[in-house]
Each structure stands twice: as structure tokens, then as C-alpha cells.
Nanobody
């Protein structure tokens, strides 16, 4: 079993920055994919960023160049650095971890960007 706990959300003005953290505990040995998703009110959940073994990263087009996903293996933590935030980035952000046959989720953290 894997537990994921997000932190770092909050309210910022457009153009500001936030760094989200996802602290993992438990049996994380087999985790291959680490993802950040978000879901805005009334909208579908969308994949924001992914980091996989070998530190290969991928981003949705709307955040590319503004967001950076990274991980610290020593701290079992995955980060999402968000710069140049826009009001349309407002959402609940959730950490997700995938291993063979398992899919783990954090509880989410709210990010609100005001214009």
C-alpha cells in the first residue's frame, strides 16, 4: 500500500508561483509513473504532468514552459513547481502514482489563482 499526501496549495495572484509537494510512504518500490492531475469545478479531471523512471517528463500543452515536475528519491517526494500562474490554472491538484496493477491517489490540494 502507498500513501500520498499533497501540500503547497493556496491562493495567489496571476503571474505568481506555487510549489506543490507529494510525499509518498509505504511500498513505493514498484512505482513507475508519478503524475499530477487537476480538476477544476465543473470540469473533467486532466493530466498536468508526468515523471517516469529515468526522469523522463511530459506536460500538457497549456502548462509547458510554466510548470516543472521533479522528484527527490531520498525524500520520497514529487514536486510540481508552477510559475506564471493563470486564473485557468485554478483547480484541485492531486498526486497519482502507478505501479503494475496499482493506482494510488492523494487527497488533493486546492490552487486558486486570481486575476
Amino acid at each position: 500500500q502507498v500513501q500520498l499526501v499533497e501540500s503547497g496549495g493556496g491562493s495567489v495572484q496571476a503571474g505568481g508561483s506555487l510549489r506543490l509537494s507529494c510525499a509518498a510512504s509505504g511500498s513505493i518500490f514498484g512505482i513507475n509513473f508519478w503524475n499530477w492531475y487537476r480538476q477544476a469545478q465543473g470540469k473533467q479531471r486532466e493530466l498536468v504532468a508526468t515523471i517516469v523512471s529515468g526522469d523522463i517528463t511530459n506536460y500538457r500543452a497549456s502548462v509547458k514552459g510554466r510548470f516543472t515536475i521533479s522528484r527527490d528519491n531520498a525524500k520520497n517526494t514529487v514536486y510540481l513547481q508552477m510559475n506564471s500562474l493563470k486564473p485557468e490554472d485554478t483547480a484541485v491538484y492531486r498526486c497519482n502514482a502507478l505501479s503494475a496493477g496499482n493506482n494510488y491517489w492523494g487527497q488533493g490540494t486546492q490552487v486558486t489563482v486570481s486575476s
